[in-house]
């Protein structure tokens, strides 16, 4: 009897302590994440904010994989221009590259800048730059040339304004004028008479504005509230000259093709959440910014369509020719270009020009 009830007590104990282990060891990952940014960049702060807490979720869900995140922004591994180099030599495994710094080696990523005029919603805008880059290999091939692997885009800013020192109501306003921007938007001030652009970084407008080195910026509402540059340039011309992708999330190719599939899925998954969240808080600040530059003693005025659309026709075509030098590396820029704007035409966005109407045929 004795013997019995101690071979019961023992099966017992087995179950019991066979019920209490787990079925699988959760496995640890390290993930390095790299920006030069500091932590309060709108897209940095969303990546810690909700990135990460979303990727946690979905493997929590399983419980087979678990992240060690270890963020690394401001400058300690990379400046704001190194991510794309840092993210190809392993100094960081997940970067948020500013795709703009790198537009010779990135340069399908300018399609949202090169036309101009078409959708100042950075939502429509990030979405349908993201679906060319997964539909179309141009972009994702320009990532795997630096060793990286392309997730998401990301579009930060709802659309590039006027700001001057004086009123700017028409297009001839903007003559004989020098003007502040960065990069493929100084390119919109061609074909406007004696209009010069003059290159420059987002802290050095207040101070080029302040000193009549220029007299307008091409500047976000965000942007002119944080650098209080109704200060400097009390007049917002209401353009809508459209929304820019700026930010793709990329990994190191290395590290990627030892993860597991389901972490991959959970980094592609919430890349693409990331991107839209992002966006809308772009919509959301933008909105906050332009009541907060009025309340700063800013005066806005609505660009007349009339006079958007003969600031369109009188610029080149930078589209055509963007798509034109791809064809002629072999990819499909013509194509890319079409497909772009038709995603935006059915979203509901109507091109002031139709930028690909001048595609060789």
């Known amino acids: 009897m004795i013997g019995k009830m101690t071979r019961r007590s023992a099966l017992a104990l087995a179950l019991l302590s066979a019920a209490s282990l787990p079925s699988q060891a959760t496995e640890t990952i390290k993930a390095v994440v790299i920006d030069g940014y500091p932590a309060r960049a709108l897209w940095v702060q969303e990546f810690t904010n909700f990135f990460i807490p979303e990727v946690d979720k979905r493997l929590a869900a399983t419980g087979n994989y678990k992240m060690d995140w270890q963020e690394s922004y401001g400058g300690s591994i990379v400046?704001?221009?190194?991510?794309?180099?840092?993210v190809k030599l392993g100094l960081g495994d997940i970067g948020i590259v500013t795709t703009i710094f790198h537009s010779s080696k990135l340069p399908s990523q300018a399609i949202a800048a090169v036309t101009p005029f078409v959708s100042a919603d950075s939502r429509a805008v990030a979405k349908a730059v993201d679906e060319i880059a997964k539909e179309f290999p141009t972009m994702q091939k320009e990532f795997e040339a630096q060793n990286q692997v392309y997730l998401a885009t990301g579009v930060v800013l709802d659309t590039y304004q006027v700001f001057s020192k004086e009123p700017v109501n028409v297009v001839s306003d903007l003559e004989g004028q020098k003007v502040a921007g960065a990069g493929m938007n100084?390119?919109?001030?061609?074909?406007?008479e004696g209009a010069a652009g003059v290159r420059g970084g987002l802290t050095d407008f207040y101070n080029m504005l302040q000193t009549g080195l220029v007299d307008n910026a091409l500047l976000w509402p965000e942007a002119a509230k944080t650098f209080k540059i109704a200060e400097v340039a009390p007049y917002m011309l209401k353009a809508d000259l459209g929304a820019v992708n700026s930010k793709t999330i990329t990994v190191n190719k290395d590290y990627w093709d030892k993860l597991p599939d389901e972490v991959?899925?959970?980094?592609?998954?919430?890349?693409?959440?990331?991107?839209?969240?992002v966006a809308t808080i772009a919509m959301d600040r933008a909105e906050e910014s332009r009541n907060a530059y009025v309340e700063s003693g800013g005066t806005v005025v609505e660009m007349d369509?009339?006079?958007?659309?003969?600031?369109?026709?009188?610029?080149?075509?930078i589209a055509v020719e963007w798509a034109t030098d791809l064809d002629g590396k072999g990819e499909p820029g013509s194509d890319m270009l079409k497909a772009y704007l038709a995603k935006l035409a059915a979203a509901g966005f109507t091109p002031v020009r139709d930028w690909s109407a001048d595609l060789p045929q």
């Not at 704001?80 to 180099?85: A, D, I, R, S, T």
């Not at 100084?186 to 406007?192: A, F, K, P, T, V």
């Open 305 to 317: 369509p009339d006079q958007r659309a003969a600031w369109a026709s009188a610029m080149p075509n």
């Open 186 to 192: 100084l390119r919109y001030l061609e074909g406007i």
């Open 264 to 277: 991959k899925g959970a980094l592609e998954e919430v890349a693409v959440a990331y991107r839209d969240h």
């Open 79 to 86: 400046k704001p221009k190194g991510v794309l180099e840092g």
